[in-house]
């Protein structure tokens, strides 16, 4: 696992190839133009646009291709869990996944800086996406859709250092840059192995295999997000370590956070009518997240819903124990969740048509299993 002294220099290093790709379109004034390119720019076999700039391409050529270390197997047994456990995946990234983020003040700052405070339901539909393109069946062969995902993904990292960093509101050297290296870490670890724990605070049942699995493909994710390997531990035990040091580190209270925590709460308030159910939802939050967390982001602490939720969560376990042999058990765990991210993606975009698309495969599976989680979701967008 990466030292300390070399963990800490993370904080100053960007991602170098993105990087100059956005200096050299700022540059020339291209921005715009590119983005609408690749905004057509979808599926892992789709030819590079022609139209593109060099520099654009030759970006585009460099990131194409996993790490040569990526072993298929181990992806293929997380495509498994996902297919069994995603609807519970999606839910913990959902409450507990955001709130850890807002928990991490620098990156809380660039995030209001750049989006503002009132747009919960942006972050939230485009950390969405991801997890599907990224848990879907050969998501970095010929059939999927996330090695695009990953581009644009490091390309919209980039612009956003650069106009930070140039906008006279970024101190780099007291802060470092902007979505620095170590910031990537830190999301990563959230987005795997801090959503395992949160499933399992909330009764869900994940194995050791199912956890080192899951974190795996995420590892290979941020290697190809330019993370530099050394700095992504190769077992989940010791990513669980450095998440844990991490939290004693870096998380802290911040009013950009709480801000953002708060708009969060708000737009899944929503979900339910009325007010008198409102603490129901910040009861779900302090479930799934650290409680030192919660407090420093001022998640309300209602003894009611929260005893509510934790009966609930002893339910859960029960019905999880029972899974293997009872069907109505696997039908209120996966309705529950159903319920829960379906309702989430209707309210992610403000009344606005989502944009969310679940990859054929995992659709397919869900449906076949009767138990598809998103009904009225767009289809994956295919090529012609």
């Not at 100053?12 to 390119?37: C, H, K, M, W, Y």
């Not at 409450?95 to 750049?114: D, E, H, I, K, W």
């Not at 192995?193 to 699995?213: H, K, L």
């Amino acid at each position: 696992m990466i030292d300390k002294a070399s963990f800490e220099a993370l904080k100053f290093q960007g991602d170098p190839l993105a990087d100059a790709v956005i200096a050299e379109l700022v540059s020339t004034g291209r921005v715009g133009a590119v983005n609408g390119v690749l905004e057509h720019f979808r599926t892992n076999d789709q030819p590079i646009p022609e139209q593109l700039p060099d520099s654009v391409r030759r970006f585009l050529v460099a990131t194409d291709d996993p790490p040569a270390w990526v072993d298929p197997d181990l992806v293929a047994r997380a495509y498994e869990f996902f297919v069994d456990d995603g609807v519970h995946v999606a839910a913990v990234l959902s409450f507990g996944a955001m709130v850890n983020c807002y928990a991490q003040p620098r990156p809380s700052r660039a995030l209001s800086l750049t989006h503002g405070l009132a747009q919960p339901h942006r972050r939230l539909s485009e950390t969405s996406q991801f997890v599907m393109n990224m848990m879907g069946r050969d998501a970095f062969g010929s059939g999927g859709s996330f090695v695009p995902t990953i581009q644009k993904t490091r390309l919209i990292h980039a612009a956003v250092r650069h106009f930070l960093s140039s906008s006279g509101r970024w101190d780099t050297a007291a802060d470092g840059v902007p979505i620095c290296q170590q910031d990537m870490v830190g999301a990563l670890l959230i987005f795997s192995v801090q959503v395992i724990e949160g499933m399992r605070r909330i009764g869900i049942s994940v194995t050791d295999a199912e956890a080192a699995d899951y974190y795996y493909v995420w590892r290979v994710a941020g290697a190809m997000l330019g993370i530099p390997v050394e700095a992504l531990p190769e077992s989940v035990e010791d990513a669980c370590e450095l998440s844990a040091t991490l939290v004693e580190t870096s998380y802290g209270p911040s009013s950009e956070g709480v801000a953002l925590t708060r708009h969060l709460l708000d737009l899944y308030e929503e979900l339910f009518p009325g007010k008198a159910f409102d603490g129901i939802v910040a009861a779900v939050v302090r479930q799934v997240v650290n409680p030192e967390v919660a407090d420093w982001m001022q998640v309300p602490d209602s003894r009611g819903w929260g005893r509510v939720v934790n009966a609930g969560t002893r339910l859960m376990r029960a019905l999880e124990r029972s899974e293997d042999t009872s069907a109505l058990a696997t039908t209120i765990l996966d309705r529950a969740g159903s319920l829960l991210l379906g309702g989430s993606v209707r309210n992610l975009t403000n009344g606005q048509s989502t944009t969310l698309t679940i990859p054929d495969d995992l659709r397919e599976r869900w449906e076949a299993a009767g138990r598809s989680p998103l009904p009225g979701v767009e289809p994956a967008a295919t090529t012609t």
